[in-house]
């Protein structure tokens, strides 16, 4: 089963689940303000900085980000790295109009891995990134595609072909079908 729907309702509910009340006193008395923040990033003390909604509370004076600041930070993070986003890589085999294990079946990306990318769990490498990147393209991830297509590879035609050859008359019976058929689609 496809799972576009469940995306589409995951990336509705992450919207409405904005904070309308603090999260330590509960007061409805909060602001919002977007500042920049420092992203630890790579265990080596690297940081890089971004801007994220931060939300203060007028009566117990605390400030806290919530999950659209995680977003950024985790979307930066991919961006730093020059990689596709959890989303995007969703988003790529949605636009193929495949299943999890269509992917592993026609590109050999095993369902779990996919799982984990579309996530955001573990980040795809630079080279499972660039096969990803290619399969945007529809022309190139037909070409990819590693199930047998049993119209385009022949098989189905040719064995329609050899099935009317075997037959008297075969082939030019199906010949005028097929030229009478144009004639009154033309007409
Ligand atoms: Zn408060």
Not at 59 to 72: L, M, N, P, Q, V
Request: proline content about 4%; aromatic content about 6%.
């Amino acid at each position: 089963m496809l799972d576009a729907e469940a995306f589409l309702a995951a990336a509705l509910e992450d919207a409405e689940r904005a904070m309308t009340s603090c999260a330590s006193c509960g007061s409805d008395k909060i602001s919002e303000v977007m500042a920049r923040q420092d992203v630890p990033f790579g265990g080596k003390g690297e940081t890089f900085s971004v801007q994220v909604p931060i939300i203060k509370c007028e009566a117990c004076e605390s400030s806290f980000t919530d999950h659209r600041a995680e977003k950024i930070r985790k979307d930066a993070i991919y961006d730093h790295l020059g990689l596709l986003r959890p989303a995007e890589v969703k988003g790529i085999r949605l636009a193929l109009g495949m299943t999890r294990k269509d992917f592993d079946a026609a590109y050999g990306l095993p369902s779990a891995s996919m799982e984990r990318w579309e996530n955001g769990r573990i980040i795809q490498n630079k080279s499972m990134d660039t096969l990803l990147r290619a399969l945007s393209n529809p022309v190139t991830a037909h070409r990819l595609d590693r199930r047998q297509d049993p119209v385009d590879g022949g098989s189905v035609v040719q064995g329609r072909f050899s099935a009317l050859e075997a037959k008297p008359n075969g082939l030019s019976d199906a010949r005028s079908r097929a030229q009478s058929f144009h004639l009154r689609a033309v007409g």
